[in-house]
């Protein structure tokens, strides 16, 4: 699995001991600050999602069955 990391990623591994000497309980965390120095951009905010418009049923319309 580790083979399918980018390179600096897999150093990253290999300079904490590497997976042999990861126990299964134990979890390595990469934060982002280490991210960024390995050149890894920052995340920009997500805009806000537009508003959805909600359509009211309106009983004097004509509807069709979708299957026509």
């Known amino acids: 699995m580790v083979n399918q990391y980018p390179q600096d ?16 309980e134990q979890m390595r965390t990469l934060d ?17 999602p537009v508003p959805m418009t909600v359509k009211t049923y309106n009983p004097s319309a004509q509807y069709r069955p979708i299957w026509e």
Request: proline share 6%; charged share 30%.
């Open 9 to 24: 990623i897999r150093l990253w591994i290999i300079a904490k001991g590497g997976v042999a000497k990861m126990a299964l």
């Open 32 to 48: 982002a600050t280490e991210l960024w120095r390995m050149g890894y951009r920052k995340c920009e905010p997500e805009e806000p």
